[in-house]
């Protein structure tokens, strides 16, 4: 808003012999784009990121339960979670978000576009990180399980803190991409009416007619989301390092 | 009557009888070593001892309980689990706990022991096997003679009335073994009672009171140890004695 008030104020103030044309062309870039950054900014930080962050942690939820049904064995249950699997792997995100919200709206009923977008999200990406989690816990050797048991405890004592850890370890690279996939796809939402920051650029272009400026800049911006979650995540790799020995050969 | 008692213990995994009843009884302060072909069921027998794996029939009597195997219920599983402790072969630590958690987990979780008097137990333990300086060390950050004596640490923590160990050796690399077989020597002075399934003929010639060769699933012998190393009287005994005697030297221990 500041620079903005600055180009908007400030008369031209430049010599007669460069071309009118060419300042004003910039001029105008400049000034869409600064516009604009604010715009499509503060939905970011308003609604894209709170949005992924409360979808993805339902998500987590969602996929730590399935999958621990799915690897305890649990009758019914486990095909249950198989079908929803099924059904939300084998359908398009942008079908499950259209058929809940102008479903829901077309029976009448009035919904909270955000909450529905949240929900239908963490629902969609929970199935994928069920997956994750399940190959992940998996992974733990059983003799893990059978050193608990040996050791006295029970298994929802072994499975909360030794094999579930273990797993969380090894499902953090896999389920730090699908979060950022994630946060990528809230882009989608838009067309249930959220407005998050492509909705944002998308009537920026409306106005400007200007697509190929203002999605270059809301591109960039998820890039910097991405980055930032990229560099979070390497952040917490190191972390839990710690108790796994990254066999990184020390020669080549 | 021993203190633990097995009587005709049957396991088929499905492709024929693994354990064709075996019988066993075990002392207090029992050290018995296990012996026997690769495949001959000795893993198998004390996996289903502590129902690691669902032996298909017969009996165990523990401390005056007795029970059919196939119709135990887990909370007496569970509870004759607390009495007992397992050495796998290849140690099983828990990977996202230290050396001094391993110890200690058995204690603050399973039997709600306070934090603090675990922990005094855990360094008592961890100091025995000689890994004082190792308490905060995470499994991958120690040797596999390390990680098997904090497994041997983690299973004296509970105070077990009976170890099972499962080759605890023949993961280690030579030079490493005698520091194990060492802790386990002063397990057995101490008096602990332990089944020995293991390779290392000189320890179970030393520190054993009682050695049984199994083949093909079944007890072929078994006497003390200078019966069945000096003067065995079955030829599948004499066979594999000779065998192990020139594959790696019995004695070499000593
Ligand atoms: N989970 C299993 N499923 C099917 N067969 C098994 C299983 N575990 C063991 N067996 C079979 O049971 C037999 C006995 O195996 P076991 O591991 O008890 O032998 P062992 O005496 O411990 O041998 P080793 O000295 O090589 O450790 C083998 O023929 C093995 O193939
Ligand atoms: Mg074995």
């Not at chain 1, 409360?54 to 969602?62: D, E, G, Q, R, W």
């Not at chain 2, 027998?45 to 219920?73: I, P, Q, S, Y």
Request: net charge neutral.
């Amino acid at each position: 808003m500041l620079f903005y008030g600055i180009f908007c104020c400030s008369p031209p103030f430049y010599p007669e012999n460069i071309d009118r044309k060419v300042t004003d062309m910039s001029e105008r870039t400049l000034h869409i784009l600064t516009d604009s950054f604010w715009k499509i900014l503060v939905p970011g930080l308003k609604v894209t990121l709170p949005l992924t962050a409360v979808a993805f942690a339902m998500a987590l939820v969602i996929a730590i339960f399935v999958a621990l049904i799915q690897f305890a064995n649990v009758k019914v249950l486990k095909q249950i979670a198989r079908v929803y699997i099924w059904i939300i792997r084998g359908t398009p995100l942008i079908v499950q978000l259209y058929l809940v919200f102008y479903g829901i709206s077309g029976l009448g009923y009035l919904i909270n576009p955000f909450v529905c977008a949240a929900f239908v999200l963490a629902v969609n990406e929970g199935a994928y990180c069920a997956e994750t989690m399940r190959a992940a816990l998996e992974a733990v050797p059983a003799g893990q399980m059978e050193a608990g048991y040996c050791a006295g405890m029970k298994y929802h004592q072994i499975i909360r803190r030794i094999v579930l850890p273990q797993a969380m370890r090894t499902a953090f690279p896999p389920l730090s991409n699908s979060l950022l996939s994630m946060m990528k796809d809230t882009s989608l939402v838009a067309s249930i009416t959220v407005a998050e920051m492509f909705m944002a650029a998308q009537r920026i272009v409306a106005r400007t007619y200007e697509p190929l400026l203002v999605y270059t800049e809301v591109a960039l911006m998820y890039l910097v989301f991405s980055t930032v979650l990229t560099w979070l995540q390497h952040l917490g790799e190191k972390r839990l390092n710690r108790y796994r020995g990254v066999k990184k050969a020390a020669v080549r | 009557m021993g203190m633990l008692e097995i009587k005709g213990i049957h396991k088929d995994f499905g492709e024929g009888e693994v354990l064709k009843g075996v019988d066993l009884s075990v002392n207090k302060g029992d050290v018995i070593a296990i012996l026997g072909p690769s495949g001959s069921g000795k893993t198998t027998l004390l996996r289903c001892m502590n129902f690691l794996e669902a032996a298909d029939g017969g009996t165990m009597r523990f401390d005056g309980e007795e029970f059919t195997f196939g119709h135990v219920k887990k909370k007496d599983i569970a509870r004759l689990r607390k009495k007992t402790a397992f050495v796998f072969q290849n140690y099983n630590l828990f990977l996202n706990k230290t050396a001094l958690q391993n110890v200690t987990e058995g204690l603050t979780v399973a039997r709600k022991m306070p934090k603090a008097e675990a922990a005094a137990i855990g360094h008592k333990m961890l100091d025995k096997v000689g890994l004082s300086d190792r308490y905060d060390y995470y499994p991958h950050q120690l040797s596999g003679g390390q990680q098997q004596r904090v497994a041997i640490a983690r299973a004296i923590a509970t105070e077990p009335e009976i170890i099972y160990f499962d080759e605890p050796t023949s993961a280690l690399d030579p030079e490493l073994t005698g520091e194990v077989l060492e802790v386990m020597r002063q397990l057995a002075a101490d008096g602990m009672t332990m089944l020995v399934v293991t390779h290392e003929l000189g320890f179970a010639k030393t520190v054993s009171n009682k050695v049984i060769f199994m083949e093909g699933g079944a007890v072929v012998e078994e006497g003390t140890a200078e019966e069945i190393f000096g003067n065995p009287k079955q030829e599948r005994t004499r066979a594999f004695l000779r065998l192990e005697t020139k594959d790696d030297g019995v004695g070499k221990e000593q």
